[in-house]
């Protein structure tokens, strides 16, 4: 079972940055493609942004050019640096681990 904890969530202004980060647990990080996703009030959860084992990405295209993911197997985290953000990226993002395993997620409020 992979536990995952993300954190770095908080209020920001539009145009500003933060970094989320998603610390894994309990599986074999390296090996793993790992993912962000959001889900914001009334809408469905979608994706943000992938990383494989490899370190290829990809991302949604409402967030390419200010977005981007990144992982360090040393420390099993996964990174989402967000730049340039806009109200509407306010949601509550996820990390994910494998296609399979959730965290708890960690809210991100953009203000106008």
């Known amino acids: 079972q992979v536990q995952l904890v993300e954190s770095g969530g908080g209020l920001v202004q539009a145009g500003g940055s933060l970094r989320l980060s998603c610390a894994a647990s309990?599986?074999?990080?390296?090996?793993?493609?790992m993912g962000w996703y959001r889900q914001a009030p009334g809408k469905q959860r979608e994706l943000v942004a992938i990383?494989?084992?490899?370190?290829?990405?990809n991302s949604a295209d409402a967030v390419k050019g200010r977005f981007t993911i990144s992982r360090d197997n040393a420390k099993n985290t996964v990174y989402l640096q967000m730049n340039s953000l806009k109200p509407e990226d306010t949601a509550v993002y996820y990390c994910?681990?494998?296609?399979?395993?959730w965290g708890q997620g960690t809210l991100v409020t953009v203000s106008s």
């Open positions: 994910n681990a494998a296609y399979r395993f």
């Open positions: 309990g599986g074999i990080f390296s090996i793993m493609p």
């Open positions: 990383i494989t084992s490899g370190g290829s990405t």
